[in-house]
Each structure stands twice: as C-alpha cells, then as structure tokens.
C-alpha cells in the first residue's frame, strides 16, 4: 500500500467561481445561455471581470429567465410570424 501525499504537497487551482453547469445553449429570444443564465458578453469576458462584479452577475441569475417559460404554439404559431 502506498503511503498517500500530504495535501500540502498537492498542487491546487484557485478556480474562479462559476454559475457554469456545462449545459451552454444560447437561447435565440432571451440571448442569455439556458444553463447559466448569463449573456454572451458575460460568458466570455468572465475571467477577466474582478470578484465583485462576477458577484453582482451570480446575485442577479435568480432573477433571470433564460427561455420563456410559456408554450411556443407549435406549427400555427411558426405560420402567424
């Protein structure tokens, strides 16, 4: 049996923290990602934001909808636009 490494010796990442859930959609009507909820322009400039504003952001997801929540009318709604 090994012995195991001491977790001091561990190399470690300091992620950023991220409402990512890997489901990365971009709703064509909301434009905001169905997974995250965050925009485009949120999503990419992410790493590069300072803590308090990805704060501000992740504060503010609870609020957002992603995708319409309704029924979208199927073929007759598609024949009306």
């Given amino acids: ?3 195991p490494v001491p977790d001091s ?3 470690k990442r300091n992620e950023i ?3 990512c859930v890997q489901i990365c959609v971009i709703h064509p ?3 905001l990602c ?3 909820a965050r925009s485009i322009d949120e999503i990419g400039g992410w790493s590069r934001m300072s803590p308090e504003a990805r704060r ?3 504060d503010d ?4 909808s992603p ?3 309704g029924r979208r009318g199927g073929r007759s709604a598609r024949l009306k636009r």
């Fill in 1 to 3: 049996m090994s012995n």
């Fill in 9 to 11: 010796l561990v190399w």
């Fill in 17 to 19: 923290e991220s409402p």
């Fill in 29 to 31: 009507e909301t434009r």
């Fill in 34 to 36: 169905t997974g995250c």
């Fill in 56 to 58: 501000a952001i992740m």
């Fill in 61 to 64: 997801l609870p609020n957002r």
């Fill in 67 to 69: 995708a319409p929540k």
